[in-house]
C-alpha cells in the first residue's frame, strides 16, 4: 500500500485516534519521542511514547516527513524504539505513525535533520 493510500485509510479509521497525555483512558495515544533531533544520514534511534500500543495486535510504519523509519519493536505498551531515517540537515519534520489497526497520528515538527558536525556532545550520546 502506497503512503497515500495508507495516510487516506488512516483518516477514516483514524477519526478515534488522538494525540494526547495523561491517564490512560483505553484510547490509542502518541505522546511525543524522544530524542528530537538525530543525524541526517540517518541511524539515530528514537523512543516514542504513549499508550496501548499493543492492546491488540498491530503493524505500525513511521514516517519522518516523507521518509520511513525502521520500526525496532515495541518495549512495552507505552513505548515503541524506532530508527530514523537520514533527511535534509536542519530540515525539522513532522512524525507521523501509522497504526494497523488503529490509524494515524502525526506530531508536527518533531524532528530535527542535524549534520554531525551541527549536533552537540548531548545529542551524539542519546
Not at 495508507?6 to 477519526?15: H, M, P, Y
Not at 515503541?80 to 497520528?105: H, S
Amino acid at each position: 500500500m502506497t503512503r497515500s493510500a495508507t495516510r487516506l485509510a488512516g483518516l477514516v479509521v483514524g477519526a478515534a485516534v488522538v494525540l494526547g497525555c495523561g491517564s490512560n483512558d483505553g484510547k490509542l495515544k502518541v505522546n511525543g519521542l524522544e530524542p528530537r533531533t538525530g543525524d541526517a544520514m540517518g541511524g539515530q534511534i528514537v523512543q516514542i511514547n504513549g499508550q496501548n500500543f499493543m492492546k491488540t495486535t498491530r503493524t505500525v510504519k513511521v514516517y519522518f516527513g516523507d521518509q520511513i523509519g525502521n520500526f525496532i519493536r515495541f518495549k512495552s505498551d507505552s513505548e515503541m524504539v524506532v530508527e530514523a531515517p537520514g533527511g535534509k540537515p536542519d530540515a525539522t519534520v513532522d512524525v507521523l505513525v501509522v497504526f494497523q489497526p488503529g490509524g494515524e497520528i502525526t506530531i508536527p515538527k518533531a524532528f530535527t535533520f542535524k549534520e554531525k558536525k551541527g549536533m552537540d556532545a548531548d545529542d551524539l550520546q542519546k
